[in-house]
């Protein structure tokens, strides 16, 4: 089973930026799709990103243009450069393959964007 551990959110104010890093173990990472998600309070968990294995995006609409989702093979690592962020972005986004593994939800990291 594939481990993943989220790291980068905090507080941002609207229209700041974050990055967030997701590290996962072992040696079949690089075959996986891998997608950002995200759950805000009283609401479902919802895909933001997707990257393939051999590295094509897809998005949200309601983060299209201003997200950015990229992975580093060499480091097991999937990022997603958040910018002009907005108030409804605030949520816990987790990483996971994609489709996602059922056991491999890791604790994710909180965003909020505030003033």
């Known amino acids: 089973q594939v481990q993943l551990v989220e790291s980068g959110g905090g507080l941002v104010q609207p229209g700041g930026s974050l990055r967030l890093s997701c590290v996962a173990s072992g040696s079949m990472f690089r075959s996986y799709a891998m997608g950002w998600f995200r759950q805000a309070p009283g609401k479902q968990r919802e895909l933001v990103a997707r990257?393939?294995?051999?590295?094509?995006?897809t998005y949200a609409d309601s983060v299209k243009g201003r997200f950015t989702i990229s992975r580093d093979n060499a480091k097991n690592t999937v990022y997603l450069q958040m910018n002009s962020l907005k108030p409804e972005d605030t949520a816990v986004y987790y990483c996971?393959?994609?489709?996602?593994?059922?056991?491999?939800w890791g604790q994710g990291t909180q965003v909020t964007v505030s003033s």
């Open positions: 990257i393939t294995s051999s590295g094509s995006t």
């Open positions: 996971n393959a994609f489709p996602p593994l059922s056991g491999s």
